[in-house]
């Protein structure tokens, strides 16, 4: 479970880059759920249920919530209760899912969704599965790309190298070494002298990339 908690830290500085309204209600209370405080997470969720009690076909609601349920499918996989966790994993999913088929375009909806499916996926054994849910996460944080590619440089170093690397290092859990490339040649271009860049020229030379280099990078001192 520690191991979990130490790379869910990474999703809180993908997801940070969300500025949608309701995210602003609810996302400390999740990064602080995400590191093992269940207060804080049972405090985010009701506020999600109380939001979509209010109304159902609310997606930002939705996408938090079913990153909750996940959350705690992991919780329950740890202490041995399979079937909850499995009932908790396919609840949340399927929640996230939801959000994003009925708010495609809504960054608060799509990097949440990205950024949590590429971490949860490092705690998956079925290789066929992790690739789905991989391939879902690159998927949400390419449209958050296009989404923003007019005004980038105004998004400001870190929330901007948290997309291009979450991209970079997905390309390249896919296999897809073409796509991994450009991505982080892009890195080097668009956040040169940057601990992002550290990443992409580790990448480039070894074609591998640690967990702890592929996120969260500068969150206290990018500008």
């Known amino acids: 479970m520690k191991r979990l908690v130490t790379l869910l830290i990474l999703v809180i500085c993908i997801i940070a880059v969300a500025q949608e309204r309701f995210d602003i209600k609810v ?3 999740f990064f602080s ?3 093992g405080n269940t207060a804080a ?13 209010a109304n159902p076909k609310f997606p930002e609601a939705m996408v938090w919530h079913g990153s909750g349920l996940v959350y705690r499918a992991f919780g329950a996989f ?13 609840q949340g999913m399927q929640e996230m899912d939801t959000a994003v088929e009925m708010a495609p375009d809504n960054l608060g909806v799509r990097i949440p969704r990205g950024a949590f499916l590429l971490t949860s996926s490092r705690f998956m054994r079925d290789p066929e599965r992790i690739r789905t849910v991989v391939q879902k ?17 105004a998004l400001g170093t870190h929330p901007r190298g948290e997309l291009e690397l979450g991209l970079a290092d997905g390309y390249s859990r896919l296999g897809n070494e ?5 991505w982080f040649e892009r890195i080097k271009v668009d956040l ?3 601990l992002y860049e550290d990443s992409a020229n580790l990448w480039l030379q070894t074609k ?16």
Request: aromatic share 6%.
């Open 178 to 182: 073409q796509k991994a490339t450009e």
């Open 41 to 53: 997470l049972d405090k985010g969720m009701k506020m999600c249920e109380e939001a979509l009690a």
């Open 27 to 29: 996302r400390e209370y």
């Open 78 to 90: 740890q202490t041995g209760d399979q079937q909850k966790g499995l009932e908790l994993w396919r």
């Open 192 to 194: 040169k002298g940057t």
């Open 33 to 35: 759920g995400f590191t």
């Open 137 to 153: 996460g690159v998927s949400d944080l390419e449209k958050a790309y296009e989404l923003q590619k007019d005004h980038l440089s």
């Open 208 to 223: 591998n990339l640690p967990a702890k280099q592929a996120g969260c990078l500068g969150c206290h001192t990018a500008k």
